[in-house]
């Protein structure tokens, strides 16, 4: 079963006037000692600190490509653009693909599987983390996807081109086996395969495609338990589209472009 693949500018203001230059520059307080600066100094080296500090921030932002914004909120839980850009590289690492070639189509998809895994996250409720032994067998299974990546050194600096860490993609994995676990324990004991959906499939779909395809007929006894797993993942990922559908609908999904207070999808 697959999981659907889940700012408004934050600004910062104390609210308060700054004191004007002028009201503090005509001499020293008496009660200060002598040979103390005058308040304005004091004053103008906390502001000289502040903006060393703000610039440092900021350069160190844009080092690391990042300039934080909300770009939704899910019931009151912020994602931010850091997040979804995050989710595209992993995707896009996943897929064996440039994260700058996702369209705007795509881009857009991946919010909305971030969305999809806030509102399940809601429900589930991890409490567990994934087996270790599963996360590290998905890291593997990626890293086969980029086979100029054999080595370590190039495996890390793939990683650091997509603006990820080794610990960042395996926190992913991790949440996403732990993720998709939780949910298939609540809908699998729903769902049932009987014989007669495993023969219809066979005899309606999978003997055609085996003709058309010009190989030989391979018996329904071989087959079935194949079958019956397909069918099962499909009726599973019904059931979480249908339940996605639902949570959506009684959620408030707030984004740049809906109006405060509206509910959305």
């Not at 503090?24 to 080296?45: D, F, M, N, W, Y």
């Not at 995707?91 to 971030?114: C, V």
């Not at 996250?121 to 599963?134: D, F, K, N, T, W």
């Not at 049932?192 to 959906?197: G, L, T, V």
Request: net charge neutral; aromatic share 4%; with cysteine.
């Amino acid at each position: 079963m697959n999981l659907r693949r889940i700012k408004l500018e934050v600004s910062w203001s104390d609210g308060h006037p700054r004191p004007s230059a002028l009201s503090t520059v005509e001499g020293p307080s008496r009660s200060q000692t002598p040979g103390s600066p005058p308040a304005a100094i004091k004053l103008a080296k906390h502001c000289a600190l502040a903006l060393v500090l703000t610039m440092a921030l900021a350069i160190s932002s844009i080092g690391g490509q990042i300039v934080d914004r909300v770009v939704t909120k899910v019931n009151g839980h912020v994602v931010l653009q850091s997040d979804w850009e995050q989710e595209v590289a992993f995707e896009a690492l996943a897929n064996g693909r440039d994260p700058d070639a996702f369209t705007s189509a795509e881009r857009k998809a991946a919010l909305d599987r971030l969305i999809d895994q806030e509102l399940l996250r809601e429900q589930v409720r991890p409490s567990q983390p994934a087996p270790a032994e599963q996360v590290t067998a998905r890291v593997a299974e990626v890293r086969k996807l980029n086979p100029d990546c054999a080595a370590d050194e190039a495996w890390h600096a793939k990683l650091q081109r997509y603006g990820l860490t080794q610990s960042a993609l395996e926190k992913r994995l991790g949440d996403e086996i732990q993720l998709m676990s939780l949910v298939e324990d609540r809908l699998r004991p729903s769902i049932q395969i009987d014989q007669q959906a495993v023969e219809s499939y066979y005899h309606d779909q999978l003997l055609p495609e085996m003709k058309k395809a010009g190989t030989g007929e391979t018996p329904l006894p071989e087959v079935f338990g194949r079958i019956k797993n397909l069918l099962a993942e499909r009726r599973m990922n019904e059931l979480l589209t249908g339940w996605l559908a639902n949570l959506r609908s009684g959620s408030h999904i707030l984004t740049p472009e809906s109006n405060a207070g509206e509910r959305t999808r």
